[in-house]
């Protein structure tokens, strides 16, 4: 079974400018996270999809951060624009079910904002 | 405000002895426990689970004891190996509608042959 799919691995952009990240869950999988963990931190959720509704997005600041799912099967994350503060890794996870249960974690988009 | 706590930024533990990494909360509405293990470059993996209804579980060399009262979770691993160097999170679950994990902040463990 393949694992959770994220692009790009790695980014590098300048501050104001924009930035996109992409995320393709294990396949029959309702429920897609995304995380942001900045650097010596634990992962922060900032969005949680259930199929292609939005369940929670306290998190998300939304100024400047939008998440979408179209069709409920992949999911993009936007920036823009984007501050020295949005330095992090990306990480996408979506399990099966919503509720309680293990969550499946992509490799993660390593942004460095410059 | 931190919810979730693990105090050891770092840990160094002899191969083939045990490992004891801490985790503590203080939201009592947390009711489901998980150990996460990541490698650089990777994304975390799922490592063991336990329940709000428990205080021990096991899954081979790996168990996880949970102190309600104390909101305290502790993840045995016995005998280490040098494999099992990497940050460990422990992750918590609150229940609701929304299920996103909150993370502690990681303990790297390193087993020195």
């Known amino acids: 079974e393949a694992g959770v799919a994220q692009s790009p691995r790695y980014k590098i952009i300048e501050k104001r400018q924009s930035v996109a990240f992409w995320c393709n869950p294990i396949s029959g999988h309702a429920t897609l996270y995304w995380y942001q963990q900045i650097l010596g931190q634990g992962p922060k959720l900032l969005i949680q999809f259930q199929n292609n509704g939005v369940v929670d997005d306290s998190q998300l600041p939304k100024d400047r951060f939008s998440a979408e799912r179209l069709k409920g099967v992949d999911s993009t994350l936007k920036i823009q624009p984007a501050k020295l503060e949005d330095s992090a890794v990306y990480l996408c996870?979506?399990?099966?079910?919503?509720?309680?249960?293990?969550?499946?974690f992509g490799p993660g988009t390593r942004l460095t904002v410059l | 405000d931190q919810q979730v706590k693990q105090n050891s930024p770092s840990l160094s533990v002899q191969e083939g002895r045990i490992s004891i990494l801490n985790c503590d909360y203080t939201?009592?509405?947390?009711?489901?426990f998980l150990w996460y293990k990541k490698y650089p470059a990777e994304g975390p993996t799922f490592l063991i689970s336990?329940?709000?209804?428990?205080d021990k579980n096991e899954d081979g060399r790996f168990t996880v004891f949970l102190n309600k009262s104390a909101k305290h979770l502790s993840l045995h691993i016995v005998p280490s190996q040098p494999g099992d160097s990497a940050v460990y999170f422990c992750a918590l679950y609150s229940g609701g509608g929304a299920d996103g994990l909150t993370f502690g902040k990681g303990t790297h463990l390193i087993i020195q042959p």
């Open positions: 996870a979506s399990s099966p079910l919503a509720g309680v249960g293990e969550q499946f």
């Open positions: 336990i329940s709000s209804i428990k």
């Open positions: 939201n009592s509405m947390f009711d489901y």
